[in-house]
Protein backbone atom coordinates (compact mmCIF):
# COMPACT_ATOMS: atom_id res chain seq x y z
CA UNK A 1 0.00 0.00 0.00
CA UNK A 2 0.84 3.43 -0.47
CA UNK A 3 -0.07 7.22 -0.52
CA UNK A 4 -1.14 8.65 -3.98
CA UNK A 5 -3.50 11.48 -4.52
CA UNK A 6 -6.42 10.31 -7.42
CA UNK A 7 -9.33 12.72 -7.78
CA UNK A 8 -11.73 9.99 -8.72
CA UNK A 9 -11.31 6.65 -7.69
CA UNK A 10 -10.28 4.12 -10.76
CA UNK A 11 -9.03 0.35 -11.27
CA UNK A 12 -6.50 -0.93 -13.20
CA UNK A 13 -7.42 -4.54 -14.20
CA UNK A 14 -7.92 -7.62 -16.87
CA UNK A 15 -9.88 -9.53 -14.52
CA UNK A 16 -11.06 -12.43 -14.87
CA UNK A 17 -7.73 -13.11 -16.96
CA UNK A 18 -5.29 -11.99 -14.88
CA UNK A 19 -5.91 -11.80 -11.27
CA UNK A 20 -3.94 -8.93 -10.22
CA UNK A 21 -5.80 -5.47 -9.89
CA UNK A 22 -4.82 -2.27 -8.71
CA UNK A 23 -7.18 0.02 -6.87
CA UNK A 24 -6.47 3.92 -6.69
CA UNK A 25 -8.41 6.25 -4.54
CA UNK A 26 -6.61 8.20 -1.71
CA UNK A 27 -4.42 5.48 -0.93
CA UNK A 28 -3.42 2.57 -3.57
CA UNK A 29 -3.70 -1.08 -2.98
CA UNK A 30 -2.97 -3.79 -5.11
CA UNK A 31 -4.99 -7.12 -4.91
CA UNK A 32 -4.48 -10.55 -5.75
CA UNK A 33 -7.35 -13.00 -6.41
CA UNK A 34 -7.07 -16.45 -4.99
CA UNK A 35 -10.16 -17.51 -4.90
CA UNK A 36 -14.18 -16.31 -4.61
CA UNK A 37 -16.23 -17.60 -1.63
CA UNK A 38 -19.79 -18.28 -1.17
CA UNK A 39 -19.54 -17.80 2.95
CA UNK A 40 -16.30 -15.57 3.01
CA UNK A 41 -13.77 -16.11 6.43
CA UNK A 42 -11.60 -12.89 6.08
CA UNK A 43 -8.36 -14.30 6.34
CA UNK A 44 -5.04 -12.12 6.48
CA UNK A 45 -1.51 -13.63 5.98
CA UNK A 46 1.39 -10.92 7.20
CA UNK A 47 5.08 -11.32 8.30
CA UNK A 48 8.64 -11.93 6.09
CA UNK A 49 7.14 -15.48 4.73
CA UNK A 50 2.95 -14.69 5.80
CA UNK A 51 4.03 -17.29 8.35
CA UNK A 52 1.18 -15.34 10.41
CA UNK A 53 -2.15 -14.57 10.12
CA UNK A 54 -5.38 -13.62 11.69
CA UNK A 55 -8.93 -14.68 10.45
CA UNK A 56 -12.32 -13.19 11.02
CA UNK A 57 -15.87 -14.65 10.15
CA UNK A 58 -17.77 -12.14 11.44
CA UNK A 59 -16.75 -8.54 9.06
CA UNK A 60 -13.37 -8.09 7.27
CA UNK A 61 -13.16 -5.00 9.05
CA UNK A 62 -12.66 -7.23 12.35
CA UNK A 63 -10.01 -9.06 10.56
CA UNK A 64 -8.27 -5.45 10.14
CA UNK A 65 -8.53 -4.52 13.81
CA UNK A 66 -7.31 -8.01 14.85
CA UNK A 67 -4.11 -7.42 12.77
CA UNK A 68 -3.50 -3.80 13.48
CA UNK A 69 -4.14 -5.26 17.15
CA UNK A 70 -0.72 -6.98 16.48
CA UNK A 71 1.38 -5.06 14.11
CA UNK A 72 0.13 -1.40 15.28
CA UNK A 73 -0.66 -2.17 18.92
CA UNK A 74 -0.09 1.58 19.88
CA UNK A 75 -2.20 2.93 17.82
CA UNK A 76 -6.22 2.67 17.66
CA UNK A 77 -6.74 3.27 13.68
CA UNK A 78 -7.09 0.48 10.95
CA UNK A 79 -7.17 0.58 7.34
CA UNK A 80 -10.75 -0.07 6.17
CA UNK A 81 -11.44 -3.48 6.40
CA UNK A 82 -13.65 -3.11 2.99
CA UNK A 83 -10.61 -1.60 1.52
CA UNK A 84 -8.54 -4.22 2.74
CA UNK A 85 -10.08 -6.90 1.14
CA UNK A 86 -11.20 -5.10 -2.27
CA UNK A 87 -14.53 -5.44 -1.69
CA UNK A 88 -15.40 -1.97 -3.22
CA UNK A 89 -13.78 -3.78 -6.80
CA UNK A 90 -16.27 -2.92 -9.12
CA UNK A 91 -15.32 -5.81 -11.66
CA UNK A 92 -15.27 -8.56 -8.66
CA UNK A 93 -18.59 -7.51 -8.22
CA UNK A 94 -19.61 -6.73 -12.61
CA UNK A 95 -18.07 -10.53 -12.51
CA UNK A 96 -19.78 -12.24 -9.50
CA UNK A 97 -22.78 -10.87 -11.00
CA UNK A 98 -22.25 -12.28 -14.52
CA UNK A 99 -22.09 -15.80 -13.23
CA UNK A 100 -24.72 -17.64 -13.14
CA UNK A 101 -25.71 -18.25 -9.62
CA UNK A 102 -26.35 -21.45 -8.23
CA UNK A 103 -28.62 -21.17 -5.19
CA UNK A 104 -28.40 -23.36 -1.88
CA UNK A 105 -30.23 -26.67 -1.70
CA UNK A 106 -33.86 -26.50 0.12
CA UNK A 107 -32.79 -27.76 3.15
CA UNK A 108 -29.59 -26.06 3.79
CA UNK A 109 -32.19 -23.00 4.14
CA UNK A 110 -33.36 -21.87 6.99
CA UNK A 111 -36.70 -21.62 7.44
CA UNK A 112 -37.59 -18.01 7.22
CA UNK A 113 -35.95 -18.36 3.84
CA UNK A 114 -37.76 -21.53 2.90
CA UNK A 115 -40.77 -19.61 3.42
CA UNK A 116 -40.02 -16.61 1.93
CA UNK A 117 -39.11 -18.79 -1.17
CA UNK A 118 -42.15 -20.54 -1.08
CA UNK A 119 -44.15 -17.27 -1.07
CA UNK A 120 -42.01 -15.64 -4.03
CA UNK A 121 -42.27 -18.92 -5.98
CA UNK A 122 -46.53 -18.68 -5.54
CA UNK A 123 -46.39 -14.85 -6.13
CA UNK A 124 -44.50 -15.29 -9.66
CA UNK A 125 -47.17 -17.82 -10.32
CA UNK A 126 -49.90 -15.22 -9.62
CA UNK A 127 -48.43 -13.19 -11.65
CA UNK A 128 -48.35 -15.31 -14.57
CA UNK A 129 -51.69 -16.60 -13.97
CA UNK A 130 -53.61 -13.28 -14.28
CA UNK A 131 -51.94 -12.25 -17.25
CA UNK A 132 -52.56 -15.95 -18.88
CA UNK A 133 -56.11 -15.31 -17.99
CA UNK A 134 -56.99 -13.18 -20.84
CA UNK A 135 -56.09 -15.86 -23.13
CA UNK A 136 -58.53 -18.03 -22.16
CA UNK A 137 -61.52 -16.27 -20.71
CA UNK A 138 -63.76 -13.57 -21.42
CA UNK A 139 -62.81 -10.48 -19.66
CA UNK A 140 -66.49 -10.80 -18.15
CA UNK A 141 -65.64 -14.32 -16.46
CA UNK A 142 -64.65 -13.91 -12.68
CA UNK A 143 -61.21 -16.16 -12.68
CA UNK A 144 -59.85 -16.05 -9.38
CA UNK A 145 -56.77 -18.46 -8.36
CA UNK A 146 -57.67 -19.55 -4.93
CA UNK A 147 -54.78 -22.22 -3.92
CA UNK A 148 -51.34 -23.26 -5.04
CA UNK A 149 -49.93 -26.56 -4.01
CA UNK A 150 -46.34 -27.54 -4.48
CA UNK A 151 -43.92 -30.07 -2.55
CA UNK A 152 -40.25 -29.20 -2.13
CA UNK A 153 -38.24 -32.76 -1.14
CA UNK A 154 -41.63 -34.35 0.45
CA UNK A 155 -42.36 -31.05 1.94
CA UNK A 156 -45.69 -29.80 1.19
CA UNK A 157 -46.37 -26.17 0.69
CA UNK A 158 -50.01 -24.55 0.26
CA UNK A 159 -50.13 -20.70 -0.53
CA UNK A 160 -53.88 -19.33 -0.10
CA UNK A 161 -54.18 -15.86 -2.04
CA UNK A 162 -57.70 -14.71 -0.87
CA UNK A 163 -58.00 -12.65 1.88
CA UNK A 164 -58.35 -14.53 5.25
CA UNK A 165 -61.99 -14.26 5.93
CA UNK A 166 -62.10 -14.77 9.98
CA UNK A 167 -66.10 -15.50 9.58
CA UNK A 168 -65.48 -18.70 7.22
CA UNK A 169 -62.46 -19.35 8.82
CA UNK A 170 -64.10 -19.62 12.02
CA UNK A 171 -67.28 -21.39 10.98
CA UNK A 172 -65.09 -23.90 9.16
CA UNK A 173 -63.60 -24.48 12.82
CA UNK A 174 -66.81 -24.95 14.56
CA UNK A 175 -68.11 -27.55 11.65
CA UNK A 176 -64.45 -29.55 12.31
CA UNK A 177 -65.43 -29.28 16.35
CA UNK A 178 -68.71 -30.84 15.45
CA UNK A 179 -68.22 -33.47 13.72
CA UNK A 180 -65.40 -34.38 15.74
CA UNK A 181 -67.76 -34.01 18.48
CA UNK A 182 -70.31 -36.38 16.33
CA UNK A 183 -68.49 -39.13 15.00
CA UNK A 184 -66.41 -39.36 18.12
CA UNK A 185 -63.20 -38.83 16.08
CA UNK A 186 -60.14 -38.57 19.21
CA UNK A 187 -57.36 -35.67 19.07
CA UNK A 188 -54.57 -37.97 18.40
CA UNK A 189 -56.55 -39.69 15.30
CA UNK A 190 -57.43 -36.00 14.35
CA UNK A 191 -53.66 -34.99 14.33
CA UNK A 192 -52.30 -38.05 12.16
CA UNK A 193 -55.29 -37.33 9.91
CA UNK A 194 -53.99 -33.52 9.53
CA UNK A 195 -50.48 -34.71 9.17
CA UNK A 196 -51.61 -36.76 6.16
CA UNK A 197 -53.62 -33.73 5.13
CA UNK A 198 -51.98 -30.19 5.38
CA UNK A 199 -55.43 -27.97 4.06
CA UNK A 200 -57.11 -29.55 6.98
CA UNK A 201 -57.50 -27.12 9.92
CA UNK A 202 -54.67 -28.01 12.77
CA UNK A 203 -56.26 -29.79 15.89
CA UNK A 204 -55.17 -27.35 18.32
CA UNK A 205 -57.24 -24.63 16.65
CA UNK A 206 -60.26 -27.18 16.81
CA UNK A 207 -59.44 -27.60 20.12
CA UNK A 208 -59.40 -23.47 21.12
CA UNK A 209 -62.35 -23.29 19.42
CA UNK A 210 -64.41 -25.98 21.11
CA UNK A 211 -62.83 -24.56 24.66
CA UNK A 212 -64.70 -21.21 23.11
CA UNK A 213 -68.13 -23.07 21.98
CA UNK A 214 -68.13 -24.75 25.86
CA UNK A 215 -67.63 -21.46 27.50
CA UNK A 216 -70.22 -19.38 25.37
CA UNK A 217 -72.54 -22.66 26.32
CA UNK A 218 -71.62 -22.44 29.93
CA UNK A 219 -73.12 -19.01 30.27
CA UNK A 220 -76.36 -19.73 28.25
CA UNK A 221 -76.70 -22.60 30.42
CA UNK A 222 -74.92 -23.25 33.29
CA UNK A 223 -73.60 -26.42 35.14
CA UNK A 224 -74.86 -26.55 38.37
CA UNK A 225 -73.02 -29.35 40.59
CA UNK A 226 -74.93 -31.49 42.71
CA UNK A 227 -73.10 -33.32 46.03
CA UNK A 228 -74.10 -36.73 45.96
CA UNK A 229 -71.72 -38.35 48.53
CA UNK A 230 -74.35 -39.27 50.85
CA UNK A 231 -76.63 -41.37 48.27
CA UNK A 232 -73.56 -43.39 47.05
CA UNK A 233 -74.11 -46.92 47.08
CA UNK A 234 -71.14 -49.82 46.81
CA UNK A 235 -72.06 -52.44 44.45
CA UNK A 236 -70.25 -55.16 43.02
CA UNK A 237 -68.46 -55.74 39.62
CA UNK A 238 -70.50 -54.75 36.85
CA UNK A 239 -71.59 -56.77 34.01
CA UNK A 240 -69.56 -56.20 30.74
CA UNK A 241 -68.78 -52.77 30.12
CA UNK A 242 -70.69 -49.98 27.24
CA UNK A 243 -67.32 -47.43 27.76
CA UNK A 244 -63.94 -48.73 27.70
CA UNK A 245 -62.02 -45.63 26.67
CA UNK A 246 -59.73 -45.36 29.80
CA UNK A 247 -59.46 -41.75 29.90
CA UNK A 248 -63.40 -41.67 30.51
CA UNK A 249 -63.84 -44.21 32.72
CA UNK A 250 -60.85 -42.37 34.59
CA UNK A 251 -62.77 -38.92 34.59
CA UNK A 252 -66.16 -40.86 35.81
CA UNK A 253 -64.20 -42.82 38.80
CA UNK A 254 -62.46 -39.84 40.17
CA UNK A 255 -66.19 -37.81 39.85
CA UNK A 256 -67.73 -40.40 41.83
CA UNK A 257 -70.01 -38.51 44.39
CA UNK A 258 -70.42 -35.45 42.20
CA UNK A 259 -73.43 -34.62 39.68
CA UNK A 260 -74.19 -32.22 37.43
CA UNK A 261 -77.33 -30.58 36.65
CA UNK A 262 -78.44 -27.77 33.69
CA UNK A 263 -81.75 -26.21 34.49
CA UNK A 264 -84.35 -27.06 31.71
CA UNK A 265 -85.83 -23.50 31.87
CA UNK A 266 -82.49 -22.25 30.64
CA UNK A 267 -82.31 -25.58 28.06
CA UNK A 268 -85.81 -24.60 27.02
CA UNK A 269 -84.67 -20.62 26.36
CA UNK A 270 -81.98 -21.66 24.00
CA UNK A 271 -83.79 -24.67 21.61
CA UNK A 272 -87.16 -23.11 21.39
CA UNK A 273 -86.38 -20.02 18.80
CA UNK A 274 -85.09 -23.30 16.42
CA UNK A 275 -87.85 -25.13 16.70
CA UNK A 276 -90.31 -21.93 15.70
CA UNK A 277 -88.20 -21.27 12.88
CA UNK A 278 -88.18 -24.83 11.81
CA UNK A 279 -91.97 -24.81 11.75
CA UNK A 280 -92.25 -27.62 14.99
CA UNK A 281 -93.72 -25.07 17.57
CA UNK A 282 -96.24 -22.49 16.94
CA UNK A 283 -95.97 -19.42 19.01
CA UNK A 284 -99.73 -19.22 19.43
CA UNK A 285 -100.08 -22.32 21.04
CA UNK A 286 -98.16 -21.83 24.50
CA UNK A 287 -98.36 -25.40 25.24
CA UNK A 288 -94.86 -27.52 24.31
CA UNK A 289 -94.62 -31.46 25.01
CA UNK A 290 -91.86 -32.94 26.99
CA UNK A 291 -90.25 -36.30 27.35
CA UNK A 292 -88.01 -36.70 30.12
CA UNK A 293 -86.28 -39.80 29.62
CA UNK A 294 -82.85 -41.71 31.13
CA UNK A 295 -80.30 -44.79 30.97
CA UNK A 296 -77.25 -45.79 33.12
CA UNK A 297 -74.37 -47.46 30.70
CA UNK A 298 -71.50 -49.38 32.47
CA UNK A 299 -67.97 -46.71 32.51
CA UNK A 300 -65.52 -49.88 33.43
CA UNK A 301 -66.21 -52.31 35.66
CA UNK A 302 -66.52 -50.07 38.39
CA UNK A 303 -69.22 -47.37 37.88
CA UNK A 304 -72.64 -46.67 35.81
CA UNK A 305 -73.12 -43.54 34.23
CA UNK A 306 -76.54 -41.95 34.50
CA UNK A 307 -78.03 -39.79 32.05
CA UNK A 308 -81.25 -37.88 32.21
CA UNK A 309 -82.38 -36.27 28.99
CA UNK A 310 -85.40 -33.89 27.83
CA UNK A 311 -86.80 -33.61 24.60
CA UNK A 312 -89.70 -32.32 22.67
CA UNK A 313 -92.66 -34.68 21.90
CA UNK A 314 -93.87 -32.06 19.59
CA UNK A 315 -90.67 -32.84 17.28
CA UNK A 316 -92.22 -36.30 16.32
CA UNK A 317 -89.90 -37.10 13.36
CA UNK A 318 -87.05 -36.75 14.85
CA UNK A 319 -87.78 -38.02 18.68
CA UNK A 320 -85.24 -41.32 18.32
CA UNK A 321 -82.57 -39.11 17.08
CA UNK A 322 -80.18 -38.59 20.36
CA UNK A 323 -79.13 -34.96 18.56
CA UNK A 324 -82.46 -34.09 19.32
CA UNK A 325 -82.25 -35.66 23.27
CA UNK A 326 -81.04 -32.56 25.87
CA UNK A 327 -79.33 -33.31 28.68
CA UNK A 328 -80.35 -31.74 31.96
CA UNK A 329 -78.96 -34.46 34.95
CA UNK A 330 -75.48 -36.17 34.53
CA UNK A 331 -74.14 -37.83 37.51
CA UNK A 332 -71.79 -41.14 38.22
CA UNK A 333 -73.56 -43.82 40.21
CA UNK A 334 -76.32 -46.33 39.98
CA UNK A 335 -79.62 -45.98 39.22
CA UNK A 336 -81.50 -46.03 43.13
CA UNK A 337 -84.13 -44.44 44.20
CA UNK A 338 -82.07 -42.16 46.98
CA UNK A 339 -79.76 -40.98 44.54
CA UNK A 340 -82.24 -40.30 41.68
CA UNK A 341 -84.08 -38.08 44.14
CA UNK A 342 -81.56 -35.77 45.30
CA UNK A 343 -80.17 -35.84 41.19
CA UNK A 344 -83.24 -34.81 39.75
CA UNK A 345 -84.97 -32.31 42.58
CA UNK A 346 -84.14 -29.18 40.99
CA UNK A 347 -85.73 -30.80 37.69
CA UNK A 348 -88.69 -31.66 39.13
CA UNK A 349 -88.87 -27.76 40.84
CA UNK A 350 -88.13 -26.49 37.86
CA UNK A 351 -90.72 -28.30 35.85
CA UNK A 352 -93.74 -27.31 38.16
CA UNK A 353 -93.05 -24.06 37.71
CA UNK A 354 -93.65 -24.96 33.96
Known amino acids: MSNSKQQKPFEKENYPISSEIIYYGDRKFTYVVIQEEEKPHYLICFGDNLQYQVVSAQSPFDASVELHKIITPDKKTAVSGVYLFGLQLKCIDRYRKGRPRELKLHEELSKTTQIKRAKGLAKKEQIHFENSIKNFYNPKDRVVLRTLDFTIENKEYHVTFEDDDSVKKKQKLQSMAYVQDIENIPRNAYRHLAAVESTLPREYAISQTRQEINACMGELIPINFIDLNSTIVQEGPLEEPDIT ?32 KKGVLDPAIPTIHLRISGDGRNVGRKVKHVMITVALLDDSMNLFKPDCHYTTVLFPGTENYPTLTVAVNALIQELQEL
Do not use: H
Open 245 to 276: DPLIIEQVVSATGKGAYRSVKKILEYIIPSYI
